[in-house]
């Protein structure tokens, strides 16, 4: 509704829905004008990895419901009192999100997906069937 009510009143910008979590510093997944898909928050931004994890944190295969694991450069070091949720995947250190998610389509040749999170404490869709970068990248 919000970007109709822009579309009315002359506006050209629009809202895309994203995916970003604190232990991450800043969005790690948005939808864009070139590639915008309904109900996902997206593809990973660049120099980003998102894996669906099991419960014993097995790595789940596209279209399976698992909880997000975030990797990437801006990961925070870690929580005052020690707390983590943090672990290693083939020596790539990823966040535990707590929120549930899959990834739509199989893996090309960046790893980008698009991810859909549906957030039931652990729930999102990042879109990664094709490579794009941000305006500002």
């Known amino acids: 509704r ?17 995916y970003g979590l604190t ?9 864009t004008f070139e590639n915008n898909c309904l109900g996902s928050v997206g593809k990973p931004i660049n120099n980003v ?17 698992g909880e997000i694991a975030i990797s990437g450069p801006t990961l ?11 672990i290693e995947i083939d020596k790539e250190r990823y966040v535990l999100s707590g929120d549930i998610g899959y990834l739509d389509e199989c893996l090309n040749r960046q790893n980008r997906h698009k991810l859909n999170v549906r957030r039931y404490k652990k729930n999102a869709n990042v879109h990664q069937d094709k490579d794009y970068e941000l305006p500002w990248q």
């Open 2 to 18: 919000f970007n109709k009510r822009l579309e009315e009143n002359g506006s050209k910008a629009k809202v895309f829905e994203g």
């Open 23 to 31: 232990e991450t510093v800043t969005v790690m997944s948005v939808n």
């Open 49 to 65: 990895k998102v894996k669906i994890l099991d419960d014993d944190h097995n790595v789940l295969n596209c279209f399976e419901k």
């Open 76 to 86: 925070m070091n870690g929580y005052l009192e020690g707390e983590s949720n943090f």
